[in-house]
């Protein structure tokens, strides 16, 4: 089982309310993602690091922001939550994975997802 | 546009009996292909992950197959068990950056009766 953990795991606040959903990891990965997940919906993803210091907007527009000061640490927070924010948050980190296959080096990139957030904003 | 289906939506079987989950997918270029199994409110996990040369790979009791020529794979999970009720997702990265970008399927919602 992958070392990814993810607080809390169920949050029901208010409107308007800033929150921070937290996510780490212990097991060294630079890359590390959040995705957004509604009911019967495939993922979203709305933010992803490289690396200490480097974070990016996902294909998903969403109003959170994220910092990666530390590799291990990847929290995500909404300044003034909405319901429109109500949803499930997963974070994820990789690593590299090499497999020979049919002889040749293949690579991939290989994710870890954490148990998730449910968030409800009232 | 990238995009990743799977077939049926939802299923419901009985304990012990055999069951297949369809994937088709337009992403080009081709990376692999990955079924991952989620528990209700748990993160997906991975089950078995296929590059473009691997036809069929097992973990157990699931058996996923790839045909990259039609674009299409399986999952075939043998004597279901209740455990097995969770969504199946079905992933597809292509090579077209460095991130690898992950295509995501909406799922199979699988149900195992007694």
């Known amino acids: 089982e992958a070392d990814i953990y993810q607080t809390p795991r169920y949050l029901v606040i208010g409107t308007g309310k800033k929150i921070t959903l937290e996510c780490s990891q212990t097991m060294g990965h630079d890359k590390m993602y959040w995705y957004q997940q509604d009911p019967g919906m495939e993922l979203h993803l709305i933010h992803y690091?490289?690396?200490?210091?480097?974070?990016e907007k996902g294909d998903l527009s969403s109003e959170s922001t994220v910092s990666r000061i530390r590799t291990e640490h990847f929290p995500l927070t909404l300044e003034s939550a909405r319901p429109s924010h109500t949803s499930q948050y997963l974070c994820?980190?990789?690593?590299?994975?090499?497999?020979?296959?049919?002889?040749?080096?293949?690579?991939?990139?290989?994710?870890?997802f954490g148990p998730g957030t449910r968030l409800t904003v009232l | 546009k990238n995009q990743v289906e799977q077939s049926p939506q939802s299923l419901i079987i009985l304990e012990g009996k055999n069951c297949t989950l369809q994937c088709n997918y337009t992403v080009s270029p081709f990376s692999n292909l990955r079924w991952y199994k989620q528990d209700t409110g748990r993160g997906p996990v991975s089950l078995t992950i296929?590059?473009?040369?691997?036809n069929t790979k097992s973990n157990g009791r699931y058996t996923a197959t790839l045909d990259a020529d039609t674009k299409q794979s399986s999952l075939h999970i043998t004597a279901s068990q209740l455990s097995d009720s969770a969504s199946y997702i079905c992933v597809v990265s292509d090579r077209g950056s460095t991130l690898g970008r992950l295509y995501f399927g909406r799922g199979t919602q699988l149900t195992v009766w007694p």
């Open positions: 690091s490289y690396g200490v210091n480097s974070t």
């Open positions: 296929m590059t473009f040369s691997e």
């Open positions: 994820a980190s990789s690593a590299h994975r090499d497999r020979v296959v049919s002889g040749r080096s293949r690579t991939y990139n290989e994710q870890f």
